[in-house]
């Protein structure tokens, strides 16, 4: 005899388990919105698969057989599966559960990203997100690979620009970090020159950032100054730069929303850094599941309120941070 997985169709499990619920075939029918007729059909098609009855017809309506409630048992087993499984299924079609890999770049770390996080976490609980850190050179081909859904953080100006599509969210400036009891601290206009005599934290050299703070002093007709330390680390950097003279440049993000902002200052440089965009990048021409949409859309949405004009511009006067 096959199984009853092989022969029975949806219909049957459910008239079997409401002719079970209803004590009638009658009742069952109307349960399920089919006529008597096409019920008693029904049934009588499953119990000649089985060949054996599942219910015992009597005056006072029907009572399943030992073969029906094992029938019954099943099937409900089955029928919930399915309503789970139909359930999952619409979470993942309308992005309210799912899984997204999001890579992010220091300068969405700060403020942007927990926020967007903590907002996804009390509309769309269900969606899990595993976050990567890193620069472009690393994260975009992570992306491009598929490994990565979404990458938040500096646009690209050149690199990688045929192949992914950006969305920009907010301006990206930059700023000469110190600690608050540094030589150079409460001062406007530093010359680039005086900078010079400091040792310095720096991103890579493959990093927009690093390129840009090169160029500040290429601009001027200087060498730009060496870096003491490369690190993208937060926390390392964070530590150095409060307890030495060492002078770093972080995204203004970072210095406004960062941890112990009291014992950090900024200097002015009397030149500044190009305002650069922060923003999503995808891969082109390929569809983001639903989860990754809804990610993109708050990450949209948490720009907008907290930037509603885009990052701020340098500030015009030295500051403690």
Do not use: C
Request: no cysteine.
């Amino acid at each position: 005899m096959a199984s009853f997985e092989q022969w029975a169709r949806l219909r049957h499990f459910q008239l079997a388990v409401a002719i079970a619920e209803n004590g009638s075939i009658l009742r069952a029918a109307g349960a399920l919105g089919l006529s008597q007729p096409t019920a008693s059909k029904l049934l009588q098609d499953l119990e000649d698969s089985l060949h054996a009855p599942l219910f015992f017809r009597g005056n006072r309506g029907v009572e399943p057989t030992e073969l029906g409630r094992e029938f019954i048992r099943h099937a409900r087993v089955i029928l919930a599966q399915l309503g789970q499984t139909s359930m999952a299924l619409q979470a993942l079609s309308t992005g309210a559960s799912g899984t997204v890999a999001l890579g992010t770049l220091l300068a969405a770390s700060s403020h942007l990203l927990p926020t967007t996080l903590l907002r996804l976490r009390r509309t769309r609980p269900n969606i899990s997100l595993r976050i990567v850190e890193g620069t472009n050179d690393h994260l975009m081909p992570r992306l491009l690979s598929g490994e990565l859904d979404l990458v938040l953080g500096r646009l690209s100006q050149i690199r990688h620009r045929n192949d992914v599509d950006q969305e920009p969210l907010l301006r990206d400036v930059f700023a000469v970090i110190s600690r608050r009891g540094h030589p150079l601290a409460g001062r406007a206009g530093v010359p680039l020159h005086e900078l010079l005599g400091f040792d310095w934290i720096l991103p890579p050299p493959e990093t927009t950032l690093r390129r840009q703070f090169e160029a500040l002093f290429h601009d001027a007709g200087l060498n730009s100054p060496p870096a003491a330390i490369e690190s993208i680390s937060f926390l390392t950097n964070h530590r150095l730069l409060l307890d030495s003279d060492m002078l770093g440049v972080w995204p203004r993000p970072v210095i406004d929303h960062g941890p112990d902002r009291d014992g950090l200052a900024i200097i002015l440089p009397a030149a500044t850094f190009p305002v650069g965009t922060i923003g999503i990048s995808r891969r082109k021409g390929t569809l983001l599941s639903p989860a990754a949409e809804a990610v993109a859309a708050e990450l949209r949405a948490t720009a907008a309120e907290l930037y509603p004009d885009g990052a701020d511009d340098q500030p015009k006067s030295s500051s403690s941070v």
